[in-house]
């Protein structure tokens, strides 16, 4: 990280940098089927036509886009760090409401 940032910019550095590894795993997750319908295809298991529908289909869905595109920064970063398995203390204690209406469950 640039020793030229203040602290402010290191800690907005950090956030995006999180957000940015949550974004890279959902994608991948979500490409992986893709990828194995590609694998199908290619060893001849899975016809052209039906290879090109699925990649339309997944162009088609804005899930993701939406997830980051119309979520408060402050949100997707919180959802960043529970996915990711990296909430602190504080931020379970300061979210409790949210993170158990996302599905987190505290086993501490």
Known sequence: MDSRLTPKQQKREQERELINEYHKMITEQALEPLYQSFLEWKSGALPYFELTELIHVFHKN???????????????????????E???????????WLLESWGYDDKT
């Open 62 to 84: 804005q899930e993701i886009y939406k997830e980051f595109a119309y979520t408060d920064h402050k949100d997707i970063l919180l959802l960043a760090k529970m996915k990711l």
């Open 86 to 96: 990296r909430l602190t203390e504080q931020d379970i204690i300061d979210n409790k």
